[in-house]
């Protein structure tokens, strides 16, 4: 079993910024990649970005290339998305998920809501 907690989830202003965690503990050593994902209110959930733990290859949906930036901290088994340029369409409850290579995401964290207000 993996657990994940995210963190930095809130209201915020468009244009504004927020920074979310994800801390991964339990087994990890079988977690390849890890994503971020958001859902809407009457939406599908979606991929925003992911990263590989080891080498760092990272990927991003075309709505936030050039605003988010997702990042990790091996040590502290920790993944970040940095989220610039915020808008209204942003608003999302965000996941984060972690998969072992060659699957689907399988781990899921309890999710953190973001509101970007106009």
């Known amino acids: 079993q993996v657990q994940l907690v995210e963190s930095g989830g809130g209201l915020v202003q468009a244009g504004g910024s927020l920074r979310l965690s994800c801390a991964a503990s339990?087994?990890?050593?079988?977690?390849?990649?890890m994503g971020w994902f958001r859902q809407a209110p009457g939406k599908e959930r979606d991929i925003v970005a992911s990263?590989?733990?080891?080498?760092?290859?990272?990927d991003y949906a075309d709505s936030v290339k050039g605003r988010f930036t997702i990042s990790r901290d091996n040590a502290k088994k920790t993944v970040y998305l940095q989220m610039n340029s915020l808008t209204p369409e942003d608003t999302a409850v965000y996941y984060c998920?972690?998969?072992?290579?060659?699957?689907?995401?399988?781990?899921w964290g309890q999710g953190t809501p973001v509101t970007v207000s106009s």
């Open positions: 990263i590989t733990w080891s080498a760092g290859n990272t």
């Open positions: 998920a972690t998969r072992s290579a060659g699957s689907q995401y399988n781990y």
């Open positions: 339990g087994r990890t050593f079988s977690s390849y990649a």
